[in-house]
T-cell receptor
């Protein structure tokens, strides 16, 4: 039973480019959460999605960041026109329903040149 | 607004010691509390989940307690080993999201 799969594990982008981070939840999980861990800081909630719906995006920066979880395929976190401050580890978690234990992927480490 | 604090920020101990890591939260209206382990450059490994109606959970050498009324949880590690070296994160379930503490960086030396 595969866990939460994130890809790529490492992503390097130049300032101004777009970054796309993918997350496939555990089998049977329809709830996906994205968290960001800035260097030397704790993990911060970004967004919570259920299939085809954004439930809570209170932690998402107002500009350049978007997330989706389509009916088919993985959840995508998209960062447009990346800046140096976007360098961080981005973690995805999934759960079978709200308030159930969240299972985490290994993260995507994003580096901006 | 829920805030989660972990003390100490770092801890270095010789192998074999029993350890207590502390976590405090400001809003006692939580669903669950979970302890994670994070190794450098890696993801999060779930250690113990305590539901809001429970007071403690045990797994092997680990024991976690929860006191909602005082807003505190402790993670007890018995007979520490070098392989326990990692960052330990406490997180509370706040409706649909996890609120994380900043972690305790543990080093156990032989």
């Amino acid at each position: 039973n595969a866990g939460v799969m994130q890809n790529p594990r490492h992503l390097v982008r130049r300032r101004g480019q777009e970054a796309r981070l993918r997350c496939s939840p555990m089998k049977g999980h329809s709830h996906v959460y994205w968290y960001r861990q800035l260097p030397e800081e704790g993990l911060k909630f970004m967004v919570y999605l259920q299939k085809e719906n954004i439930i809570d995006e209170s932690g998402m920066p107002k500009e350049r960041f978007s997330a989706e979880f389509p009916k088919e395929g993985p959840s995508i976190l998209r960062i447009q026109q990346v800046v140096r401050g976007d360098s961080a580890a981005y973690f995805c978690a999934s759960s079978p329903s709200p308030n159930q234990p969240q299972h985490f992927g290994d993260g995507t480490r994003l580096s901006i040149l | 607004k829920q805030e989660v604090t972990q003390i100490p920020a770092a801890l270095s101990v010789p192998e074999g010691e029993n350890l207590v890591l502390n976590c405090s939260f400001t809003d006692s209206a939580i669903y669950n509390l979970q302890w994670f382990r994070q190794d450098p450059g890696k993801g999060l490994t779930s250690l113990l989940l305590i539901q809001s109606s429970q007071r403690e959970q045990t797994s092997g050498r680990l024991n976690a307690s929860l006191d909602k009324s005082s807003g505190r949880s402790t993670l007890y590690i018995a007979a520490s080993q070098p392989g326990d070296s990692a960052t330990y994160l406490c997180a509370v379930y706040n409706t649909d999201k996890l609120i994380f503490g900043t972690g305790t960086r543990l080093q156990v030396f032989p």
